[in-house]
């Protein structure tokens, strides 16, 4: 089987050798390889940076925006061609699909909302001129210009449509050309994205690329006016944070790494509250199998709530059907692959070596060997202060741990012994316990998400990205930021201070983008 065509330097070829295989995580069946051998990538990128960055940078952000509505309407009309390969690929049931490929689409649609408000200018203006001088005629005033080089996307398995198109979106519409490297197990759909829009005609030559398959060299390649974007473990994060080539070239780079959230449910829980937490935990431990990066691992529950909360999760995840995701009762599909099995398995057991297991087990016995199952599976740990593992061991499946808290600060203490997350949850109806406490997960957060009661119908989701907030958390989060609104374009310009006569500088700012954060 010839492996998928990657698209660099303007042109498809498809790498050599065997490849990599990407497998049905049901069956077994081989669908397709992966190779990026024999790919040159500094050619790839000198071609992004020579072709596609002049054409970007000649564009409007109002032309840039139009193009990713573009985008956004070839992807939209392609759709049902995605969720089967998101079926056969990754296993993934209609609505589980439905979060990447309809959260791309949405995505690339924000922007190109936000693009068009931007108007016609090239650049933007940061805040208004500052006097440097007595009276004003000599000013300082804050520019952000298009970086020069390559958005380099690496991205995760677990969302192949909305972590290529999240990131691009941002970049496109700031000028900056992209090249794609999507996780090679799943990389079959990112790549079909990227044909169709290529085929489309819609993207200047250059802008777009994509290659499936290992890394290889690419970061040797990498020049201090790119930037790299990198979703996926802590380990190899640390690897390409630590490469020498952007290490020693200073290229910017934002990482969005592993995270083990918490949710809150607050001391006044009553009932109505409770379920919805109940409701909102199941869902986040059995929505893409828990391969999610903001789902919810530790469940912290006030103590005299502990047995009615396990009561209710059990009773629930009970109830969700896992299986063959071509069966539409079924809930919860298979994880990813064999090695990701094997790894949550292994997981489990490493939290239950300090937990008890109070509903699941690893092992399933009613399915085929071929899938790569795993069922859902909470634990209880009473100790949560000496217990190290879970709050250092992030379990990528249906997995989370339900841990009693005392008082307030209790909460907020045990929230952060994840050492910095892209997510915490807190049910509550209390307003100063709200107010006081959401200042405070803050600090270790990059996103804190409040649910009351009169909003539990409501609310968008402790685990779904809005492109309207930031994404990315401190510390083992991997201390990146993405999207936030404008926020986004940050990353793709250089902010430079232009100090000059107030008469140039009144220029520049009639002509600039009309950028408030
Ligand atoms: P991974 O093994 O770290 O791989 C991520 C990406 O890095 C893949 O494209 C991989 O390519 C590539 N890669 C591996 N080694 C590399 C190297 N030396 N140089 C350059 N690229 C390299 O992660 P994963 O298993 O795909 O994803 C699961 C993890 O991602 C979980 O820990 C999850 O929490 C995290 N995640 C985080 C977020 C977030 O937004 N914070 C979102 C989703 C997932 P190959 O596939 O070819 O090896």
């Given at each position: 089987m010839a492996p998928l065509a990657n698209y660099v330097s303007g042109r498809w070829s498809n790498g050599t050798g065997a490849g990599i295989p990407l497998l049905?995580?049901?069956?077994?069946?081989?669908?397709a390889r992966v190779s990026s051998e024999g790919l040159d990538y500094g050619a790839a990128l000198d071609h992004a940076r020579g072709v596609g960055g002049p054409a970007l940078r000649s564009m409007t952000y109002q032309e840039r925006a139009q193009m990713l509505e573009r985008i956004a309407q070839v992807l939209s009309s392609k759709r049902e061609s995605y969720y089967r390969i998101a079926l056969e690929n990754?296993?993934?049931?209609k609505s589980d699909a439905a979060i990447d490929i309809e959260g791309a689409i949405f995505t690339l649609k924000y922007f190109a909302r936000l693009g068009a408000a931007l108007?016609?200018?090239?650049y933007l203006q940061e805040g208004d001129p500052t006097s440097?001088?007595?009276?004003?005629?000599y000013q300082s005033l804050h520019i952000g210009t298009a970086l020069q080089g390559v958005a380099i996307l690496i991205n995760a398995f677990n969302f192949p449509a909305w972590g290529l198109w999240e990131k691009a979106a941002a970049a496109l519409l700031s000028g900056v050309p992209v090249l794609a490297k999507p996780?090679?197990?799943?990389a079959w759909l990112a790549q079909r994205m990227v044909e169709d829009v290529v085929s489309a005609s819609i993207v200047p030559p250059g802008t777009v690329s994509i290659s499936c398959g290992r890394?290889?060299?690419?970061?040797?390649?990498?020049?201090?006016?790119d930037v790299v974007l990198f979703t996926g473990s802590a380990e190899t994060a640390q690897r390409i944070r630590s490469h020498s080539a952007i290490t020693a070239r200073s290229a910017r780079i934002n990482v969005e790494a592993d995270s083990l959230n918490a949710a809150i449910l607050g001391p006044d829980a009553a009932g109505e509250l409770a379920q919805l937490f109940v409701r909102e935990v199941i869902r986040e431990m059995t929505v893409k199998a828990g391969q999610?990066?903001?789902?919810?691992?530790r469940i912290l529950v006030p103590q005299p709530l502990v047995e009615e909360v396990i009561q209710g999760l059990t009773a629930g995840l009970a109830a969700v059907i896992v299986g063959?995701?071509?069966?539409?009762?079924?809930q919860m599909g298979p994880l990813v692959s064999k090695a990701q099995q094997e790894a949550v398995e292994a997981g489990i057991g490493e939290l239950a070596r300090e937990s008890t297991i109070v509903f699941g087990d690893?092992?399933?016995?009613?399915?085929?060997?071929?899938g790569a199952y795993v069922n859902p599976t909470l634990l209880l740990q009473r100790e949560p202060y000496s217990a190290q593992a879970v709050h250092?061991?992030?379990?990528?499946?249906?997995v989370a741990t339900v841990m009693p808290y005392r008082d307030k600060q209790d909460a907020v203490r045990l929230a952060a012994k994840g050492r910095g997350s892209l997510v915490c949850s807190l049910f509550s109806d209390e307003p100063d316990f709200v107010q006081s406490v959401a200042t405070e997960l803050a600090a270790d957060h990059g996103r804190v998400h409040i649910v009351s009661t009169a909003t539990g119908n409501a609310h968008t989701g402790h685990g779904n990205v809005m492109p309207m907030s930031t994404h990315g958390g401190p510390g083992r989060a991997g201390g990146g930021q993405e999207l936030g609104g404008l926020r986004a374009l940050r990353l793709f310009h250089q902010f430079s201070a232009i100090q000059a006569p107030a008469d140039a500088v009144r220029r520049l700012s009639e002509r600039a983008a009309s950028y408030r954060l």
């Open positions: 049905d995580p049901v069956t077994g069946e081989e669908l990754s296993g993934s049931p108007g016609p200018g090239t440097l001088v007595k009276g004003d005629a996780a090679s197990a799943t890394a290889g060299d690419l970061l040797e390649h990498v020049e201090g006016r999610k990066c903001t789902a919810i691992r063959d995701p071509r069966d539409s009762k079924v690893a092992k399933t016995t009613d399915r085929p060997d071929t250092t061991t992030e379990v990528f499946g249906p």
